[in-house]
Each structure stands twice: as structure tokens, then as C-alpha cells.
């Protein structure tokens, strides 16, 4: 069992950064698939980037590709997601996530979610 939770979020004008975090608490965190994803008003959600037990195996979505960066720190049992360059549509709700996997990414594959944390980018 996996309890996560996310900070970081915020609003903040086009091209800024933010840092989002996920903090886990349980066992065995260096024994899970870490991945990000984000749902905007009325769209479903979407993948946007994963890391594997290590911190190997990154993948990032095309659309945040050179701008987001997922990380991993496993003696303080969080994940991180690095944001640049933020655009209005990256305004969603960002959801972190966990799977016992390792090669998961698609939605269905992770057992564990947070509550989500609000990133809100005005143009």
C-alpha cells in the first residue's frame, strides 16, 4: 500500500516554472513505477511522464518533452517533476502516480493515486 501526496502547484504566467512534488509513505518506495499525469477541464487524462525504480527508464510525453523533467529521490521517498517554459495548455490538474510495474504508463496500469495538485498557467 502506497499513499502519495502532491505539492507544488499554483498559478503563474506563461513561461515560468514550477516544481511539483509527490511525497510516499509505505514500504518498498524504490519498488515502484513513479509517473505523472495531468487532466484538464473536460479532456481525459493524460500521461506525462514516468520513472523507473532507479531513476532509469525515464519517458516524457511529446507535448512536455524538453520542458518537464521527472525525477526521483528514493532515501527521501518522493518524485519530482521539474516544469519549464509553461504554457496555457498546460493548465490541468497533475496527478501523481504508482505502479509495482516497472515498465507501466498507461493510466490503468498504476494502482496508487494522489489527490492531485492545481497548476494554472495565464497568457
Known amino acids: 500500500q502506497v499513499q502519495l501526496v502532491e505539492s507544488g502547484g499554483g498559478s503563474v504566467q506563461a513561461g515560468a516554472s514550477l516544481r511539483l512534488s509527490c511525497a510516499a509513505s509505505?514500504?518498498?518506495?524504490?519498488?515502484?513505477?513513479m509517473a505523472w499525469f495531468r487532466q484538464a477541464p473536460g479532456k481525459e487524462r493524460e500521461f506525462v511522464g514516468r520513472?523507473?525504480?532507479?531513476?532509469?527508464?525515464?519517458l516524457h510525453a511529446d507535448s512536455v518533452k524538453g520542458r518537464f523533467t521527472i525525477s526521483r529521490d528514493n532515501a527521501k521517498n518522493t518524485v519530482n517533476l521539474q516544469m519549464n517554459s509553461l504554457k496555457p495548455e498546460d493548465t490541468a490538474v497533475y496527478y501523481c502516480?504508482?505502479?509495482?510495474?516497472?515498465?507501466?504508463?498507461?493510466?490503468?496500469?498504476?494502482?496508487?493515486w494522489g489527490q492531485g495538485t492545481q497548476v494554472t498557467v495565464s497568457s
Open positions: 509505505g514500504r518498498a518506495f524504490n519498488s515502484y513505477t
Open positions: 520513472i523507473g525504480y532507479s531513476g532509469g527508464a525515464t
Open positions: 502516480a504508482a505502479s509495482p510495474n516497472y515498465h507501466s504508463v498507461y493510466a490503468h496500469e498504476f494502482e496508487y
